[in-house]
């Protein structure tokens, strides 16, 4: 396998070129260090890669640089490059959401019409589906999103379809549902409330705690994105939940038992944007790609924990 990751430097991205080079694959990793977290951050994740021989980095924004010259000898691409984040997807940034999510990917797909490329594996979001839809949230129910974020993820989606039905792209499309774990985003739930617990800081509650997310542990969404670029049929979209379904306050719990400290909660307004529950039914990853989440939440709460500690975030 010769392999396009985009998005190489960032928290999922990082684990798949990993996961790759360790397969034996050459990997060519396109990033353009968006200032949504530190660049610093970004290079801790690159560091075990930059070391490794199948491993090339290009620093190069696809919303802008000449694609083809990157897809050369490629067999196929795992688009994880996006401009993340719910809640700063409002109002005038929401022009960076659009550029980077909708933009870029439209500008990748296109560069891939009549190249030999294998498969296409875009990260997709479970932002897609909104708060309408039934539980568990299955890949047939009507997505409505209830944020921009979620929109530009779900338009970005709906790219890689409409290029698989006229162009040929053998696009797959995941789903992912609250991924987690060592190297996670400095803005995101657990980094937070690990390190808040650790400060001694009321750990931020949105709304009444009682709302449920599908946490998937980084290494279960790697295992399944890689197994997408065999054995992912070509338009179709699955959804990637990590089987672990729980209330905001059964998190607090575990972080407390986690860290050892004590955990107290900060009551906030819901957020805009933010879905009541999420909860992946996830059939179709099981039988196309042999999708089995191995993970539990509490050990890869505490994988994330150790990997803060050891990485001096705490």
């Known amino acids: 396998m010769k392999a396009l990751v985009t998005g190489a430097a960032g928290f999922i991205g990082s684990h798949v070129s990993e996961r790759l080079v360790a397969d034996g694959a050459d990997v060519l990793g396109v990033d353009c260090f968006t200032d949504y977290y530190p660049?610093?951050?970004?290079?801790?994740?690159?560091?075990?890669?930059?070391?490794?021989?199948?491993?090339?980095?290009?620093?190069?924004?696809?919303?802008?640089?000449?694609?083809?010259?990157?897809?050369?000898?490629?067999?196929?691409?795992?688009?994880?490059?996006?401009?993340?984040?719910?809640?700063?997807?409002?109002?005038?940034?929401?022009?960076?959401?659009?550029?980077?999510?909708?933009?870029?990917?439209?500008?990748?797909?296109?560069?891939?019409?009549?190249?030999?490329?294998?498969?296409?594996v875009y990260a997709s979001s479970s932002s897609v589906y909104g708060d309408a839809c039934d539980l568990p949230m299955r890949e047939d129910a009507r997505p409505e999103p209830v944020s921009p974020y979620g929109v530009t993820k779900l338009a970005a989606e709906q790219l890689c379809h409409l290029y698989h039905v006229n162009y040929g792209v053998p696009a797959v499309s995941l789903r992912?549902?609250?991924?987690?774990?060592?190297?996670?985003?400095?803005?995101?739930?657990?980094?937070?409330f690990l390190a808040a617990a650790m400060r001694g800081e009321a750990l931020p509650q949105f709304g009444d705690g009682h709302q449920t997310r599908d946490f998937t542990f980084v290494a279960d969404a790697v295992a399944a994105t890689v197994a997408a670029a065999t054995r992912g049929i070509p338009g179709r979209v699955y959804n990637i939940g990590g089987g672990s379904r729980v209330e905001v306050l059964d998190v607090f719990e575990l972080v407390r038992h986690v860290t050892g400290r004590p955990v107290t909660a900060a009551v906030l307004d819901a957020q805009k944007g933010d879905m009541r529950d999420t909860y992946a039914e996830t059939t179709r990853a099981r039988q196309d790609l042999g999708f089995a989440p191995a993970v539990t939440l509490e050990n890869g709460l505490r994988a994330q924990f150790e990997w803060m500690m050891a990485a001096g975030l705490l």
């Open 39 to 120: 660049r610093d951050q970004k290079e801790r994740n690159l560091a075990a890669l930059r070391a490794a021989n199948r491993f090339r980095l290009v620093e190069a924004d696809l919303a802008s640089t000449d694609i083809a010259p990157l897809l050369g000898d490629v067999t196929h691409v795992f688009h994880l490059a996006a401009q993340a984040g719910v809640r700063k997807s409002w109002g005038s940034d929401f022009r960076v959401y659009t550029v980077n999510n909708i933009d870029a990917t439209q500008r990748l797909l296109e560069a891939c019409v009549g190249r030999p490329i294998e498969r296409l």
């Open 176 to 192: 992912y549902f609250t991924v987690y774990g060592p190297r996670q985003r400095p803005d995101m739930a657990f980094r937070r």
